[in-house]
């Protein structure tokens, strides 16, 4: 059965690397992962159960549940799935005891998809193709399968580029996330340190005015020259989280009515200029009352806990070692009791128990699993 409120155990689903990936450095990466991995979290001990595993399910990097939970949606990130020279976007059903089973595959025309998002009522799914440098949207079925790709924006480098790029890693667009807020799709370019914004209809269509097919987006966030941002986390409030993986911050907008300013950065580790490994923040996410927010810092090895509850900008009240290398994901548990954090080069699972007063973690057990990059509850 899907999950109901007070449930005790419940069903988490990860995605991990298990077929050669370019990084964003440009070497191939081979994980240990084993596709999609689904256990049982137990709210109560906090402890994981092996359920299913998904091995035919390569680099689900990415994955999000369909409004209804009936469907789940998993990215490939590859860089040429069947010859199309891009990754692929796969649908598969989830039946009352929570198994998978694959309605279909289809190419995104776009190397490396590296996130996806639903839009509202799921009549679309959005995917993030990071080394393609475009977005591709999805028309699924009742069902939700998917029927036919309907939009693709695809992102360029301006030719004078501004003093501060990182020349390695901002070479070109890099679309790292595409998110659904508000019916709008939020859509980031660690590339070219943009954030681009489009209305979406109800059924989830990307809406605007079209320049030669393509829809113009209704508003550009710049951001400063080597922010590189990445994640974004959102507010009912108005207040927007992106994560900036190059500049080691967490950026602050606000969107009210037809404006979205930039109120700020705060850093996402304790010290600068210190010598040490260098740090790229990767996930960001925020408590479900909106109160805390949670960075994972990949060089660091940290979670970063900042209190968003008060005025001004988040101010960090806690760095806590992601027991791990790299921690890529990480999801609160639904009663929000747990935080579980995903390190992709230690290959482990770790859960902390959260104190939901004051936001902060502290770490519970360690599960050994390959390579897993992203988690995502069944609610």
Not at 228 to 256: K, M, Q, T
Not at 275 to 301: M, Q, T, V, W
Request: hydrophobic content about 30%; some cysteine.
């Amino acid at each position: 059965m899907h999950m109901v409120e007070g449930q005790r155990k419940v069903k988490l689903y990860t995605g991990s690397y298990n077929a050669p990936v370019v990084t964003g450095d440009g070497s191939v990466y081979l994980g240990k992962g084993k596709g999609i991995q689904v256990f049982w979290f137990d709210e109560e001990e906090g402890k994981l159960e092996a359920f299913e595993s998904y091995p035919d399910v390569k680099n689900a990097s990415w994955m999000a549940f369909s409004p209804n939970g009936r469907t789940l949606y998993a990215v490939n990130e590859l860089d040429d799935y069947e010859d199309t020279k891009g990754g692929a976007l796969s649908a598969l059903s989830v039946d009352e005891n929570g198994r998978l089973s694959l309605q279909n595959c289809l190419p995104v025309m776009g190397a490396a998809p590296c996130h996806v998002d639903c839009g509202p009522g799921g009549g679309h799914v959005f995917t993030a193709n990071y080394n393609g440098g475009s977005l591709s949207s999805f028309v699924t079925g009742e069902d939700g399968c998917l029927k036919v790709m309907d939009c693709q924006i695809s992102y360029q480098l301006k030719e004078d580029r501004p003093e501060g790029c990182n020349q390695v890693r901002q070479e070109k667009s890099h679309v790292h996330s595409a998110s659904v807020f508000r019916g709008h799709l939020w859509v980031a370019d660690l590339g070219t340190d943009e954030i681009s914004v489009y209305k979406l209809d109800e059924s989830g269509r990307i809406m605007g005015g079209r320049e030669g097919g393509v829809p113009k987006a209704c508003h550009v966030v710049k951001l400063p020259a080597g922010s590189g941002p990445r994640s974004l986390a959102f507010r009912e409030n108005g207040h927007i989280y992106v994560s900036c993986e190059l500049s080691d911050e967490i950026g602050i907008l606000h969107w009210e009515g037809s404006r979205i300013l930039l109120e700020g950065f705060v850093s996402c580790t304790p010290e600068k200029g210190d010598g040490g490994e260098r740090n790229f923040p990767g996930g960001i996410l925020l408590s479900k009352d909106g109160n805390y927010l949670y960075a994972g810092n990949r060089g660091h090895d940290s979670i970063a806990v900042f209190d968003a509850g008060g005025s001004g900008l988040p101010k960090c009240i806690q760095w806590i070692s992601s027991g791990g290398k790299n921690p890529r994901g990480f999801q609160l548990s639904p009663s929000e009791r747990w935080l579980l954090g995903a390190n992709q080069n230690s290959d482990n699972l770790v859960v902390f128990r959260r104190n939901k007063e004051t936001g902060t973690l502290t770490e519970h057990a360690r599960y050994d699993v390959g390579a897993v990059v992203c988690l995502v509850f069944l609610r």
